[in-house]
């Protein structure tokens, strides 16, 4: 029995485009994938996500990426984050390396590559020592922390990953930063998972043409 032309031409084209599919790299493949909230732009914002949108472009390094673009499908909910975030950031009592490294914790919990591509750079700025970041990034309790730091890190990472804080945790903590920088210090925290929680569920990444800096943590 032979076989029709015309079948061995669509074997021989469902082949090629299998070839084809599989020689594209799959990080490129994924890039390919269609956003599950397609990147908003100023001008297609509306009157409600305009002054929300044009806020953001004054402090993101992402511009409207990362968690600001699920923020502005919801503006009323994403002007108040945004105005909880700008304290947690630029008002809060929190010595601004001890806050940069709290958000940083969270990052590398979550695997948040958006924020640790966000919050490195002004962590370093703000005097967090980059042997120090490095321990953290690799999924390390960092060696050479100042006793301030080591203070943060035990009460962030003891509340995030056991979703409570032992009476010599929350002691050392409040002998060290007050009352005031202890509550600062666990909005911060709860403000930045609702921030990885947002990028992770919209999926979104660091800028084009950018690496994630992170790798997963072992066993999560």
């Known amino acids: 029995m032979r076989t029709s032309p015309s079948i061995w031409i669509a074997a021989i084209t469902v082949a090629t485009s299998l070839t084809l599919a599989l020689a594209i790299p799959a990080s490129a493949r ?19 996500q305009r002054p929300l949108g044009d806020a953001i472009m004054k402090i993101s390094s992402v511009g409207l990426g990362g968690p600001y673009n699920p923020m502005l499908r919801s ?48 962590a370093i700025k703000a005097g967090l020592s980059e ?23 035990d009460f962030c990472t003891e509340l995030s990953t056991t979703h409570a804080v032992s009476d010599a945790t929350f002691k050392a903590a409040k002998d060290m930063l007050g009352e005031q920088q202890v509550v600062d210090l666990i ?34």
Request: glycine share 4%.
């Open 30 to 48: 994924a890039d390919a994938k269609e956003k599950r909230f397609p990147q908003l732009t100023l001008e297609q914002l509306n009157e409600q």
């Open 75 to 122: 503006p009323v909910m994403g002007e108040r984050l945004f105005q909880l975030l700008d304290y947690l950031r630029f008002k809060t009592s929190v010595p601004r390396r001890l806050n940069e490294l709290a958000i940083l914790i969270q990052a590398r919990l979550w695997t948040s590559q958006v924020e640790w591509y966000a919050h490195y750079p002004l």
């Open 131 to 153: 042997a120090v970041a490095a321990d953290l990034k690799a999924g390390k309790r960092p060696t050479t922390m100042k006793p301030d730091e080591a203070v943060v890190y």
């Open 187 to 220: 909005v911060v925290s709860g403000t930045y998972v609702t921030a990885a929680m947002l990028l992770s569920a919209a999926e979104e990444g660091v800028p084009a043409g950018k690496a994630p800096p992170l790798q997963p943590l072992p066993n999560r």
